[in-house]
């Protein structure tokens, strides 16, 4: 069971956060506080594995409150303000709920914390933390924002108005509203558009044949006739043999 805490400074929202949390079979509540004062008096006195907690509350804000903590549990914010997002994941948080929000965005994020339990300390936890911007994108995808690592990005795919970001790992791609544009001038240099449709992590081709690019057993993707030529200079770089 992971033992978890609910901080918001509005009943409704509060009464929410505990019914969702009842819903998910191995979350265990351990404390509903309505300030961080309150949050805080309590965990002087017991433990937990994971905070949801609101960041707009009138004593101390969510995330100052996390801040202090001298050793903070894994924690989700909720708000309904999206501009809190960077800042929040900067604090290392688990997840970000947008409200309003629903009870499968719940359960999303508290796989995420199961999963965040389960794997332990990881090696990014110990980089810089310019380094660990460097290689992080926040996307919005329903009512979450997402962090990924930019390194777990295999492909980007143009679709109509919108990217669906395909991730290493098993991952399930993203879906977001963005422009291949913007996203073409946010991704390092090992990242290519080899197709008005598609952007490639150059580490992660597998084989080239002909007009195409082999990511792996199941994907082929087309190289266009505009992205040839800066194509195949890439490929000249990297060939041994005559």
């Not at 960041?55 to 809190?84: C, H, Q, R, W």
């Not at 965005?105 to 810089?128: C, H, I, V």
């Not at 690019?213 to 490929?235: N, S």
Request: aromatic share 10%; charged share 25%.
């Amino acid at each position: 069971m992971i033992r978890c805490m609910a901080i918001d400074d509005e009943p409704l929202a509060l009464r929410q956060l505990v019914h969702y949390i009842s819903k998910v079979p191995y979350l265990e509540l351990a404390a509903q506080c309505k300030s961080a004062p309150e949050a805080r008096q309590f965990l002087e006195q017991d433990t937990v594995d994971a905070i949801f907690c609101d960041i707009n509350m009138p004593d101390m804000d969510g995330m100052d409150f996390i801040k202090s903590l001298p050793s903070p549990p894994l924690v989700v914010f909720t708000t309904a303000y999206a501009e809190y997002a960077v800042e929040g994941f900067r604090v290392n948080a688990v997840d970000y709920l947008l409200k309003p929000f629903g009870l499968q965005d719940f359960q999303r994020a508290a796989e995420r914390l199961k999963e965040r339990l389960k794997a332990g300390p990881t090696a990014e936890s110990s980089l810089p933390a310019e380094r660990k911007a460097d290689d992080t994108l926040f996307l919005k995808t329903d009512s979450r924002i997402l962090k990924v690592s930019i390194s777990d990005i295999r492909y980007v795919e143009a679709m109509s108005e919108y990217l669906k970001i395909h991730l290493a790992g098993g991952q399930k791609p993203i879906v977001t509203l963005l422009s291949m544009k913007r996203m073409e001038e946010r991704l390092p240099a090992n990242f290519m558009r080899i197709h008005r449709s598609y952007i490639i992590n150059l580490d992660m081709i597998l084989e080239v044949n002909k007009s195409r690019v082999i990511m792996d057993q199941d994907t082929f993707l087309p190289i266009g006739d505009m992205y040839r030529e800066a194509f195949q200079q890439f490929l000249d770089t990297k060939f041994l043999g005559r």
